[in-house]
C-alpha cells in the first residue's frame, strides 16, 4: 500500500516507503503559516497553513494517521492516512490510504484510493500527460517571506526590529508630578 516493490520506475512511478524523508513534523508539533519544501516531508503532527513543492521537484509529503494539515497541499507526491482540510494537488501521484480524510478538492494525475478513504470535494484529473504539457499546480502562500537583515542586499530597505517597550521614556509626562497631563492640556515651558 505505501509504495511497495513497483516495477515501473519511470517519471510517473510512485514513490516507495524507503523514500527519505528530510522533514519530520512531530505529533507535538503545530506549524502555523506557510511551508515551503523540497525532498520528503513526513507530518505526525498539524500544519496550520499551505504545504508547497515545485513542480518537477521529486518532493513527496505524506501525512501519517494522526496528522493534520488545515491548508492547500502543492506536491508532486502525496501521500494521505490522516485529516486535510483544503484542496490538494498531485502532478504525479496522490494515494489516499484507509484513513485519509479530504475536505477539498483532489486535483491529481494519478491517484491510488483504499477502501475506507474519504473525499468531501471533487476528483479533477488535471495533470494529464507528459510533465512538460502539464498545467503548473498553484503556489498560493497566506503570507510573503519575511526579507531578514542578513538576506538583503545593501540596496534594499531591511524590515525593521521591534525595540522594547518601555526603553523610550514617555515624552508627554509632567516633569514635575511624573503623571500625563489631562486630554487637551498644553504643555507648558
Do not use: W
Not at 494515494?95 to 474519504?118: H, R, T, W
Not at 473525499?119 to 500527460?129: C, D, F
Amino acid at each position: 500500500m505505501f509504495g511497495g516493490n513497483n516495477s515501473n520506475k519511470g517519471s510517473n512511478s510512485k514513490p516507495s516507503s524507503s523514500h527519505h524523508f528530510d522533514t519530520l513534523i512531530s505529533a507535538k508539533a503545530e506549524i502555523v503559516g506557510d511551508m515551503h519544501f523540497a525532498g520528503g516531508l513526513h507530518i505526525d503532527g498539524k500544519i496550520f497553513g499551505n504545504i508547497i513543492a515545485e513542480d518537477n521537484s521529486g518532493a513527496i509529503v505524506r501525512i501519517s494517521e494522526n496528522g493534520v494539515v488545515v491548508g492547500e497541499i502543492s506536491a508532486p507526491h502525496v501521500v494521505v492516512n490522516g485529516s486535510v482540510t483544503g484542496d490538494v494537488h498531485a502532478c504525479e501521484h496522490l494515494e489516499l490510504a484507509s484513513k485519509a480524510k479530504i475536505k477539498g478538492d483532489v486535483f491529481y494525475n494519478m491517484i491510488e484510493m483504499v477502501m475506507g478513504s474519504q473525499v468531501s470535494g471533487q476528483l479533477k484529473h488535471s495533470y494529464r500527460g507528459k510533465p512538460e504539457d502539464r498545467p503548473e499546480m498553484p503556489k498560493h502562500v497566506t503570507q510573503e517571506k519575511p526579507v531578514l537583515e542578513s538576506e538583503t542586499d545593501p540596496k534594499v530597505k531591511a524590515l525593521p526590529v521591534k525595540k522594547a517597550s518601555g526603553s523610550v521614556p514617555n515624552q508627554n509626562k509632567d516633569a514635575a508630578t511624573g503623571k500625563q497631563p489631562p486630554a487637551g492640556a498644553e504643555k507648558k515651558p
